[in-house]
Structure formats: structure tokens, C-alpha cells
């Protein structure tokens, strides 16, 4: 991956948002086990500064609820963003199912991509795979995230 974004950030300059993340690489910290805000972190862990995202894992959510100095338990944050993604995405998708069957008449089309079961790495690819990166922004959102909630109650 390294040489690919080097070629990237010396193409696009190094104040493009993804190069600038990337260059964020270099804060992270590969853990030997240990603790942070007195939550184990599992051998050979990498994370960056500050540490905690509350949908990754249950350990995490541990920590996020402490750097977020928010009044649940890791577990409660861990199910509620799990809870709030499950929602954000059969939202997302009623959209997209609306819009692709509905506006564009490809229902015939999308019945076929709702009953494909994916191999494995058709899952796993977009995610580990540097190259198929990008199909991730169109579920991301805009970055950064906003700070608090709005008046629906979306974090």
C-alpha cells in the first residue's frame, strides 16, 4: 500500500484528505498487549490519538466512552452504534431500492443484487484490499463527523 499512496499523495499533493490520513499513519502505536484508559488491548493492536471508536468492537467502545466522557458503558455505546448503523443502513438501502427500482425501473436488476450471496472476498476486498478502496465513500458520509447530535437525535 505504501508505494501506491506515495505515487497518490505526490499526484494529488499532500493537502488532499486521504493523503492527509495517510500521513496520520505515522501517529499510530502497535501495542504489545498492555492497557489504555485501563482497558486491555489485545496483542500487536494498532490505534491512533486519540484512542476509541465506539462500532469497531466492545473493547474499544470502552475506551471511546471514556475519551467521549460520555455516561455509558462500553457495552451500551457498542449497541447503540450498533443499533444506529443497522438503521442508517436499511435506510440507505430503501433509498437505493426506491431510486433503482421506482425512478430508474430496475427492480428486475436490484431483486438480482438482493439475492446474490457475495463470496467471501467480494465482502472482504473493499476493506483490505487498497485498490477497491474508494467504493467505501459512498456509504461514508461527510467528513469529519459532526460534534454532538442534531434535533432528530443523529449523532
Known sequence: VKPTMDAYCEFFGSGDE???????CDNIILTGGGQVLGVAIPDGA???NPPG???DNKWLADIGVQVREIELTGDEAFEIAQSLAKRASISWL???ESTVSAEWGLSVFWNAVKATIPSASAKEDPFE???QFPIQFISAGPYPPMDGYDDNGIY
Open 129 to 131: 484490499k487498497f485498490d
Open 94 to 96: 430503501q433509498t437505493v
Open 53 to 55: 471508536i465506539n462500532l
Open 18 to 24: 486521504v493523503c492527509l490520513q495517510y500521513q496520520d
Open 46 to 48: 494498532l490505534f491512533m
